[in-house]
């Protein structure tokens, strides 16, 4: 059997490929984080797996295993995840990764994704981008991200929390990238749908006062930040050798 990774809606459910409805159809086995919201998109499709199986955070190792036990035994599957593609800061790399060692063939349905949505009005990916996903919530790990993007003079992709944007983006500018053009992009192809540009100071500034407004902030961000300018590129070039030159004299 093959595994087939197929990308969902990120909100506008218009959003589902011809070709995804088709494999949701014609699959035997449909694998996805929550089966209940699931079987809401395989009701509006008229599609009805034989089995549907629920793979998520908590149970990843064991339904990964599951999965490729049911396409050694012929069963084609499907796997979907709450939103976008699967695999993408998401628990359907795990089952990606399980299925390619086990030498399940695995097929990509391709689909809605937040963070090339995102980039994709942003203009700033023409030469590439660092995907940073989520960053760690807390701790060194977080202080080492945070250090690491800024430092990366490419445009970069982030996912982010609600109750998570104005601390994230604050972090960023006190870290050296408070003037960094920044896009914000809420709720992408729902009703809500709302994109803001700005630096990472105003942008910061913009959701903290959002927040004051209404008590907490709600809906999905993703946030993307402009890659440095090309005179600060060259400023950082020529900081790098005056400090390698003194380096070399010192010793
Ligand atoms: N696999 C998904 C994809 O391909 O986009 C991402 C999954 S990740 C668990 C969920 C995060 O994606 C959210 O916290 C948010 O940062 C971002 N996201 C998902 N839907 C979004 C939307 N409609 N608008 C903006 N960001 C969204």
């Not at 993703?222 to 790098?240: C, F, G, K």
């Amino acid at each position: 059997g093959t595994v087939y990774i197929v990308g969902t809606p990120i909100g506008n459910l218009d959003d589902l490929t011809l070709r995804a409805a088709r494999t949701l159809r014609e699959v035997d086995v449909v694998a996805s984080e929550d089966t209940r919201r699931t079987a809401v998109l395989l009701r509006h499709l008229g599609a009805s797996p034989k089995k549907q199986l629920s793979h998520h955070e908590h149970n990843a190792r064991a339904a990964s295993a599951r999965v490729v036990e049911l396409a050694r035994g012929g069963a084609t599957v499907a796997v979907v995840s709450d939103a976008g593609t699967p695999g993408i800061s998401d628990p359907g790399a795990l089952l990606a990764a399980e299925c390619a060692a086990a030498g399940v063939p695995l097929v990509p349905v391709p689909g809605a994704c937040a963070a090339i949505a995102a980039l994709s009005i942003s203009g700033f990916a023409a030469a590439g981008f660092r995907f940073g996903g989520f960053l760690p919530r807390a701790g060194r790990g977080r202080r080492e991200a945070l250090a690491a993007l800024v430092a990366d003079e490419r445009a970069a992709v982030l996912y982010e929390s609600p109750h998570r944007v104005v601390a994230t983006l604050r972090e960023l500018a006190a870290k050296g990238a408070g003037e960094r053009r920044c896009l914000a992009a809420r709720e992408l192809t729902k009703l809500h749908e709302e994109t803001a540009r700005g630096t990472v100071s105003e942008l910061a500034a913009r959701y903290a006062a959002a927040q004051d407004e209404a008590g907490k902030l709600r809906g999905e961000f993703t946030i993307v930040l402009a890659p440095l300018a090309e005179e600060e590129v060259a400023a950082r070039a020529s900081e790098a050798r005056d400090a390698a030159q003194d380096e070399a004299r010192d010793q």
